[in-house]
T-cell receptor, first 114, second 117 residues
Framework: GESVGLHLPTLSVQEGDNSIINCAYS??????FIWYKQESGKGPQFIIDIRSNMDKRQGQRVTVLLNKTVKHLSLQIAATQPGDSAVYFCAVSWSGGGADGLTFGKGTHLIIQP | NAGVMQNPRHLVRRRGQEARLRCSPMKGHSHVYWYRQLPEEGLKFMVYLQKENIIDESGMPKERFSAEFPKEGPSILRIQQVVRGDSAAYFC???????????????FGEGSWLTVV
């Protein structure tokens, strides 16, 4: 099976600074990784994904880094804004694991200080 | 989240009653997933369905919980004889294909919050 964990349950950053949220996974066969943002009272919102044949992928103000050697995934948010305040989850999938969707970590609550 | 519709958004049930949660996937999506989220926790997989078929229910409790995705209409997650421990947010997600590793992301609805009193 797969277990997914995050290094910090809460991360507080100053508005305008960069944020880095980390995630570790256990199954070396995992091959698809997604970051979700969840605001209070809402469903998870897709941010960015990466496949195991890549080690970096960039979106608008976000970058995902994948280190398969140490089974580590990170989400970098540039120039954080108040609207970035939310809980961020990494989710991991393994194509050989059957159709059981994604395994989620517990989430990091990102707090933006004014 | 656009397109995956869940209802009701909030549901209160007394212990022993039944709860029915509905999910309409995004247009063109034929794969539905149900997840449960306890307070301060991540999402836990419950069940994966295609039209008229349960593909994987390894995350479903053995008793009281059932799910269906009929040929017509929404997917239904049914919880019989609810207990306080069933209080949680239940999220539905949908995708076009099951092959997540091929980059077919699953998209979530806004969730149904069940409170058992």
């Amino acid at each position: 099976g797969e277990s997914v964990g995050l290094h910090l349950p809460t991360l507080s950053v100053q508005e305008g600074d960069n944020s880095i949220i980390n995630c570790a996974y256990s199954n070396s066969a995992s091959d698809y990784f997604i970051w979700y943002k969840q605001e209070s009272g809402k469903g998870p919102q897709f941010i960015i994904d990466i496949r195991s044949n890549m080690d970096k992928r960039q979106g608008q103000r976000v970058t995902v880094l994948l280190n398969k050697t140490v089974k580590h995934l990170s989400l970098q948010i540039a120039a954080t804004q108040p609207g970035d305040s939310a809980v961020y989850f990494c989710a991991v999938s393994w194509s050989g694991g059957g159709a059981d969707g994604l395994t989620f970590g517990k989430g990091t609550h990102l707090i933006i200080q004014p | 989240n656009a397109g995956v519709m869940q209802n009701p958004r909030h549901l209160v049930r007394r212990r022993g009653q039944e709860a029915r949660l509905r999910c309409s996937p995004m247009k063109g999506h034929s794969h539905v997933y149900w997840y449960r989220q306890l307070p301060e926790e991540g999402l836990k997989f419950m069940v994966y369905l295609q039209k008229e078929n349960i593909i994987d229910e390894s995350g479903m409790p053995k008793e009281r919980f059932s799910a269906e995705f009929p040929k017509e209409g929404p997917s239904i997650l049914r919880i019989q004889q609810v207990v306080r421990g069933d209080s949680a947010a239940y999220f539905c997600a949908s995708s076009t294909l099951a092959a997540l590793s091929a980059g077919n992301t699953i998209y979530f609805g806004e969730g149904s919050w069940l409170t058992v009193v």
